[in-house]
């Protein structure tokens, strides 16, 4: 077995504000780390992680995260609530957060979430190629199909 013992860089931006975002509500809750470290059962140098970016928090550290600091998680995605909602809009965050709080689904949810944020962190780090660069290596290919076939 193999460690990898290169220095972790953050990830490109996503997360650094991620971190950014939970830092600024962690300071206006007035909480420290360890503070939500200890709400959280992580450790401090986890939480640190989560807001500098360097790691990201599974679904479960996120959900306990903000409610430690009195918010949840459609309100720290979706902002609070408007005013003003349409009849659908009522529904959707009504059942977003009947989801989020039920807790026969919330295990569910979470799992899928959390694979979610695993591909996505994935996609993040695959080497992503210009579009022209893409469509070149395509025409080169078939070109070199119809070669092969004539």
Known sequence: MTHN????????????????RLSSIRLRAGLTQSDIAGKVAVSRQHISNIEMGIT???VRV???YLQACG????????GPLP???TRRQREYHSKLQALLQNDTT???VTKVLDSFMTSMQSSLTAVVQ?????VQRARTRHKKEDREVS
């Open 5 to 20: 013992t290169e220095a972790k860089e953050p990830w490109p931006q996503g997360d650094t504000e991620l971190g950014q």
């Open 56 to 58: 990201s928090p599974t």
């Open 62 to 64: 996120l959900r306990d």
């Open 71 to 78: 918010t949840d998680l459609a309100e720290f995605f979706y």
């Open 83 to 85: 005013i003003n909602q």
């Open 106 to 108: 919330s295990p569910v």
């Open 130 to 134: 210009p579009i022209r660069v893409q």
